[in-house]
Nanobody, 119 residues
Framework: VQLVESGGGLVQPGGSLRLSCAAS????????MSWVRQAPGKGLEWVSD????????YYADSVKGRFTISRDNAKNTLYLQMNSLKPEDTALYYC?????WGRGEYDYWGQGTQVTVSS
């Protein structure tokens, strides 16, 4: 199993970024997938979930209305579109495979992609 995130970078407040997570080594379309982030000096924070088919999505209150999770099962890729970014969104963003149908039991993680929101 391999999860490889990309798309992070430095962006000004109010800007946008699109993160991608390329999955391999398992049947991607069978699993819920999640984005989780870790800000400097803080613990892990769940950001968003998407069910296996992509029809159901869930968001933390802190990102609701600004972030959109999606997936392309034909391409084995998970996405996170981040708009109206704030300095408090600065974090290392991980994609994770949820082995528990949305209950937050993650068994595989990517290496993370850094998002920095600063003027």
């Amino acid at each position: 199993v391999q999860l490889v995130e990309s798309g992070g970078g430095l962006v000004q407040p109010g800007g946008s970024l699109r993160l991608s997570c390329a999955a391999s080594g398992f049947t991607f379309s069978n699993y819920y997938m999640s984005w989780v982030r870790q800000a400097p000096g803080k613990g892990l924070e769940w950001v968003s979930d998407i069910n296996s088919g992509g029809g159901n999505t869930y968001y933390a209150d802190s990102v609701k209305g600004r972030f959109t999770i999606s997936r392309d099962n034909a391409k084995n890729t998970l996405y996170l579109q981040m708009n109206s970014l704030k300095p408090e969104d600065t974090a290392l963003y991980y994609c994770a495979r949820d082995q528990s149908w949305g209950r937050g039991e993650y068994d595989y993680w990517g290496q993370g992609t850094q998002v920095t929101v600063s003027s």
